[in-house]
């Protein structure tokens, strides 16, 4: 009885590691398979005036993951821009269910009143003062986003100003895991163009492009080391005049 017992264990326990073995080979072929899905999108964004819409779907669905872990992790998302319009009006809601969630968000954003601000907008032949506008756009949807926050999560909300030229944005979501990503949009070299028409490229810590991972995450991390933390007014917009006549 007790040799049968033995054997009916150590048959059971063999047909578990093989469980468990196979168990782990579908994960690995889902996280290859979910990388091919991003890269496909990715090539698609490079086609495509709608880069941002496919940039929030694969953050969202990075954010998805994380509190779907049976461990839960709580998402950092980290976005660089000239004034963020694009993520932040395509991805309030995101953004707040995130927060409200225990996720970190922050914004870094090229100071209004810079000259480095100055010499972009001439850059991209802005004569209308459009790039200013959006991100005063931008400033009033953070408020927006942080007046629906609790005073226990809204420490979770940072945003930072810096002053200097910059090159590229950037979406990053959990970039100190190793399954983190950064997706970069380089902006054209040509004057005249927007930033946002520039390409997308999605770097993984994990992967044979570590190197362009890595040179973000250092851009990243030096202009948010060396920016301005900024406090949300969260008094309601003024207007002054309407753009038209009518």
């Avoid at 072929?29 to 990715?42: M, P, S």
């Avoid at 001439?122 to 926050?149: C, M, P, Q, V, W």
């Avoid at 362009?212 to 991390?221: A, H, I, K, V």
């Avoid at 007014?233 to 207007?239: D, G, I, V």
């Amino acid at each position: 009885g007790v040799f049968a017992a033995v054997v009916t264990y150590m048959f059971q326990n063999k047909e578990a590691e093989e469980l468990q073995h196979e168990l782990n080979q579908y994960k690995q072929e889902l996280v290859t398979l979910q990388r091919k899905y991003e890269d496909l999108l990715a090539e698609k964004a490079q086609a495509s005036n709608r880069k941002t819409s496919i940039q929030l779907d694969i953050l969202e669905n990075q954010i998805k993951k994380d509190f779907d872990r049976k461990v839960r992790r709580h998402p950092l998302v980290e976005i660089l821009g000239i004034n963020g319009t694009g993520p932040l009006h395509q991805g309030r809601e995101l953004f707040i269910k995130t927060l409200q969630r225990g996720g970190k968000v922050r914004f870094l954003l090229l100071d209004p009143q810079s000259q480095a601000f100055s010499d972009r907008s001439h850059f991209e032949k802005d004569t209308t003062g459009r790039i200013a506008a959006e991100e005063l756009a931008s400033f009033y949807i953070l408020a927006d986003i942080a007046n629906s926050l609790t005073e226990k999560i809204a420490p979770n909300l940072e945003v930072r100003i810096f002053s200097e030229p910059l090159d590229r944005s950037l979406i990053m979501v959990d970039v100190d895991s190793d399954d983190g990503l950064i997706m970069e949009n380089p902006y054209p070299k040509d004057p005249g163009y927007r930033g946002l028409s520039g390409e997308m490229f999605i770097w993984r810590r994990t992967s044979r492009d570590a190197r362009g991972f890595e040179d973000n995450l250092r851009y990243f991390r030096r202009l948010w080391d060396h920016a301005a933390p900024v406090k949300l007014n969260p008094s309601p917009f003024q207007l002054s005049a309407w753009p038209y006549t009518k």
